[in-house]
């Protein structure tokens, strides 16, 4: 503790007629406190050759200014009580004080460590500086006090010129992100955001299929609180979609990144909406090789112990699968996976971008004429006109979206988007009669979308793994999925519930046949068809169904009472709360879709899971079961 007494400061104080009559000794705490905290600010603002052991003479402009508001002292007051304060601020040992309460303090700078991070510089000198154009105005969305103007600092080390920033440090084209999820994250150049508030966004397109761009108009009506702007600030404060997506994608990442015990590098030459593409694909690439972390769980309500009759204890697991039609916009080619490049405006991928010349009706390859997308043939012209006034015909879009089975419309931010650019929300197919072939002909003249998002989850509730259909659902996908995901030994369920098991085991029949020995799947796994699918949408006359596929027929199925043991329509209820994203996923480029998905899912599991724990069904993993995707797969 310094040695400054109270006739020092008085004696300061009086030089400023009616100071020290005026100045309180309540005002006096609360500017020792806060310039104790700035302390480190203080010093980064000061020249390289100065020495951080004492006060400087003047404060920086930015930290005088915010202890002036924040106490409340006149500008001509300033130097004089800096003066009068400055060695007891300097030497006061906040960690021996109560804690400050003035919560502005922590939004008014925010900046990175002083302490320089990389061990391998070689400079003596630990405490980092700022430079010259180390200040930036910021907008800091905050849960308490709405969208707040403040300030970042950069720091840099003098000798090894690596730039520090709150989230990350910057050492010659990457960024290395701090370990751990930080209170406030950035999202873009001017524009950070609160940790807390990004957590609400997602919960929000979680728990109540909450948009992007929805959640920007929310928070932008609701908690904004525009008297916190400055007239000084010379940027817009309202959120936008793009930074809310910035927020979810940079937690979701962060927290993988903590969990996973990794530190996150990227690119900082790249467009903020680009800058986390590699961290995305890296991710979902891992999700499709080792699935769901919950991909091995199992609890009293998806898998059963009972007893043989030599007192034998066995256990019945089982998965049910279903299908919803959800999917995000890919190339027009059948059979190709490769994603577009521009989601919004391609229809074709960059290998098949010559199909752009040619006539966009399926069984014409003549090549298209200036200013349409089909050849000079009068039918084609027909349907290219056609495709042109539902397009341009904006009242039509509601219909449009009705005639494809769409939940919920997207957001009107992308509706417009789309109506500008020429293209619909759909996938602009165009039926008509050939007039030389008298054939009925179809043109495709919009994206073409995935077809199918089959689930695959236990009848607990936990989704273990989904695969998505380009085309079709059909028996052979959703066998090959079935293998891919239990592919590990020992983790293939007992039981697998599904609306056509019969085309299913039809199916397997056929592939044992042809190899002249009974299906090994057959051997280990039942498959019977949804309970209510059975009853209401299956002939009583297929005796293979009825025979093979009944699920009265399985006795580890039913309970004591009768009554079935597991929920058979558990993928049906997950696919209700899916489809509440058909307008949300439907305009994403693939990775971006994948990513938001999957990330859902694992949260949609840690609700369930967290149920469970509280309903007593004692949810836990089979021991030493990873998955792992097969090698033919990765390869």
């Known amino acids: 503790m310094s040695g400054t007494t109270f006739f020092d400061v008085y004696s300061v104080l009086s030089r400023n ?9 309540s005002k006096a705490i609360t500017y020792v406190r806060l310039a104790t905290a700035l302390k480190r600010a203080i010093i980064h603002a000061q020249p390289p050759n100065y020495d951080p052991s004492v006060p400087p003479i003047s404060l920086p402009p930015n930290l005088a200014e915010f202890l002036q508001g924040s106490v409340g ?8 009580i800096w003066t009068a304060f400055r060695m007891v601020a300097w030497n006061l040992d906040l960690s021996q004080q109560s804690v400050i309460g003035d919560g502005m303090l922590e939004s008014n700078t925010l900046s990175s460590s002083d302490k320089m991070r990389d061990t391998q510089c070689p400079g003596t000198d630990k405490i980092l500086r700022a430079g010259d154009r180390a200040e930036r105005k910021i907008v800091l969305y905050t849960l308490k006090d709405g969208a707040c103007a403040t300030y970042h600092m950069q720091l840099r080390c003098l000798h090894c010129h690596t730039v520090y920033h709150n989230n990350y440090y910057v050492v010659g084209s990457h960024r290395h992100y701090y370990s751990g999820v930080p209170e406030v994250i950035d999202i873009g150049k001017h524009h950070f955001i609160e940790r807390d508030v990004a957590a609400l966004f997602l919960n929000l397109m979680l728990v109540s299929w909450t948009s992007v761009t929805n959640a920007a108009e929310i928070y932008n009506r609701s908690l904004m609180k525009k008297e916190n702007q400055p007239d000084e600030w010379d940027f817009v404060f309202d959120i936008r979609a793009e930074h809310i997506w910035n927020a979810i994608a940079h937690l979701a990442i962060l927290e993988d990144c903590e969990e996973h015990g990794t530190l996150l590098t990227v690119t900082n030459k790249e467009e903020q909406k680009d800058r ?5 694909s890296a991710r979902n690439k891992r999700f499709e090789n080792f699935g769901q972390p919950e991909w091995a769980h199992f609890c009293e309500r998806c898998v059963r112990l009972l007893k043989k009759p030599d007192g034998v204890t066995y256990k019945a697991s089982a998965i049910v699968c279903d299908g919803i039609t959800i999917g995000h916009p890919c190339c027009n080619v059948p059979n190709c996976m490769i994603s577009l490049a521009d989601c919004k405006k391609d229809r074709f991928c960059k290998n098949h971008t010559s199909r752009n010349s040619v006539c966009a009706v399926d069984i014409c390859e003549q090549p298209v004429q200036p200013g349409f997308k089909t050849c000079g043939e009068a039918s084609h012209r027909e349907l290219d006109n056609k495709q042109k006034i539902r397009n341009t015909a904006n009242f039509q879009t509601k219909h449009r979206l009705q005639r494809k089975g769409v939940s919920a419309p997207p957001d009107e931010e992308t509706l417009e988007e789309l109506v500008a650019n ?57 066998v090959k999925m079935l293998e891919q995901v239990f592919n590990v030994p020992g983790s293939m369920p007992d039981y697998f519930i599904y609306d056509n098991c019969c085309s299913v085991y039809n199916y397997l029949q056929a592939r044992g046949a042809q190899k002249k020995k009974k299906d090994p799947l057959l051997s280990s796994t039942g498959f019977p068809v949804d309970a209510f699918h059975f009853d209401c949408k299956h002939k009583k006359t297929d005796t293979v169904c009825q025979e093979h596929c009944n699920p009265r027929h399985f006795k580890e199925l039913i309970d004591k009472d009768g009554k079935w043991y597991f929920n058979s329509s558990k993928c049906e209820q997950i696919n209700s709360w899916l489809g509440g994203y058909h307008s949300i996923l439907r305009e994403m480029s693939a990775e971006r879709y994948n990513f938001l998905l999957d990330e859902l899912l694992m949260r949609k599991n840690r609700i369930v899971k967290a149920k469970l724990e509280a309903q007593g069904h004692l949810p836990g993993y089979y021991p030493g079961l990873q998955y792992k995707a097969p090698e033919a797969e990765e390869a």
């Open 17 to 25: 007629k009616g100071l020290e009559k005026t100045f309180t000794i």
């Open 73 to 80: 002292i006149k500008e001509e007051d300033m130097d004089t």
């Open 276 to 280: 986390l593409s590699e961290a995305i």
């Open 422 to 478: 020429d293209m619909a929300p759909d996938e602009g197919v165009e039926e008509g009669m050939c007039a030389q072939k008298k054939t009925r002909i179809k043109g495709s003249f919009g994206r073409n979308q995935t077809s199918t998002e089959m689930i695959m989850a236990r009848p607990c509730g936990i989704i273990v793994a989904r695969a998505t259909s380009y085309f079709s659902e059909s028996v052979p996908q959703t």
